[in-house]
């Protein structure tokens, strides 16, 4: 699951900055995080939020996480055509079920 998160969290990253999409410096959670969490919420939790933000304190999936009110917030201000090119973005990775290889690129972070 956690390979999900990671894959589904790069993918919008990447349409944010092609997007252009700022996030204000006192955000906790950028814009990618937080279509992330709607993500995976809707995959696996039937989009409880409530029961989503749980399960992602426990597994700390993300750095810092907002409150309930200030998710559901955060997720209804993302703008629609955002969430069409998101899903876009998803259909054209997904599309070849039978590939199973995913090439993030990454570098060591001090913990």
Known sequence: MLDQIV???????????TLNIKDDVQCKMSSAEVMTF?????????????????????????PKILSHSQLVRRIHQIPQRVWYTLFLALQVVLRNKDRQLFIVDSFPVKT
């Open 7 to 17: 894959v589904i969290y790069c993918i919008f990253d990447e349409v944010s900055k």
């Open 38 to 62: 709607a993500i995976l919420s809707a995959n696996l939790y039937g989009s409880d939020y409530r029961k989503t933000r749980l399960v992602a304190l426990a597994h700390r999936y993300f």
